[in-house]
Each structure stands twice: as C-alpha cells, then as structure tokens.
C-alpha cells in the first residue's frame, strides 16, 4: 500500500491524490488573498489575476489555471442565476430535494455524484429539510451513514469516511 493510501488520501479532480483537509483548505486560500469569499467579487476578477491568487504558495489546486477558470465559472452561474446568492439555490421557493438536486446539476462542476453529496451535506449538516432531500441525495443522504463529506463532523467520522471509501476500492478491485 502507498503512503499516501495509508495516510487516507482521496481522489479528487484531475485524478490527483490529495487529504481531504487539503483540498477544502482552498476557500480558506481564496478569501486570504482576495479579502473577500463572494460569488460577485470572484466572478468579477481579472482571469489572469485570479490565476496568479491560486499559483501562490501554497497553491490552491495543481493545475491553477484550469481550476481557477472553474471557480470563476461557478461564481458566475452563482450570480448570473441566483443573484449572488448560493443558498437561493436551496431556499429559493421552499424546493423540495428532488428541485434541489437538479438545480446543483445545472451549476459548472456539479455532475450528479457532487450534486447528491452536497445535497446531502445541506441535509445533514445545514438544516435543509425540504421533502424526498434523503431520496434526492441517495446513497449519500442515508442517516448513519459514513460515505462523504456529507458525513464529517468530527475526526472520528472523517476516519469512518475514509475506511468506507477504503473498502469500497478494495471492493471494487476485486
């Protein structure tokens, strides 16, 4: 086993391997060195200058051009749809979870895998209620269960993450 298999390292774009605490340490990053963590102010920035605020190291992401273009391209959907505001995406017209989940397709970067997970991390973690969220956000949605981000409130439930994804390679592997 790799080191950084053994360390609980999880794939992420690009097929890169990095800890989970790494890539969501990016926001953090962003709004250091912009001053500001806002879909308007993102999406407003000079292209060339947002690349350069993520090759500064540490760097955001390893390719910083590309994902810097996919940032500004979410921010901009952001504003463009939802008048800057994310969380209209969930709050916007009292939506049920299926209208949630398809509404998350619709934006730059969301498939249907960080569709359910982030839908389901609304429910688990942010307060949404909005009806079928569960069955919109399947399998990630399942109370008690370990499988993503969705799942991590403490250090205990980040291991359990991490073995789950762990057997499921195993699982898949053979």
Request: proline share 5%.
């Amino acid at each position: 086993m790799s080191s950084a298999r053994a360390a609980g390292v999880q794939r992420t774009d690009f097929n890169q391997q990095i800890a989970m605490e790494t890539a969501f340490s990016g926001p953090l990053k962003i709004s250091e060195r912009t001053g500001a963590l806002d879909a308007a102010a993102i999406a407003g920035y000079e292209p060339e200058e947002f690349v350069e605020v993520f090759r500064q190291t540490p760097a955001v992401h390893r390719f910083p051009g590309s994902m810097a273009a996919r940032v500004q391209s979410l921010c901009a959907a952001v504003v463009d749809d939802w008048g800057g505001d994310a969380a209209a995406l969930w709050t916007r017209d009292d939506p049920d979870g299926a209208t949630v989940l398809k509404r998350l397709k619709t934006l730059p970067g969301f498939g249907e895998q960080k569709a359910k997970i982030f839908l389901a991390l609304l429910g688990k973690q942010y307060g949404y209620d909005g009806d079928g969220w569960r069955e919109a956000s399947a399998p990630y949605g399942e109370e008690g269960s370990f499988r993503s981000v969705a799942d991590i409130v403490s250090p205990e439930s980040l291991t359990k993450v991490r073995e789950h994804k762990r057997a499921m390679k195993a699982a898949a592997k053979g």
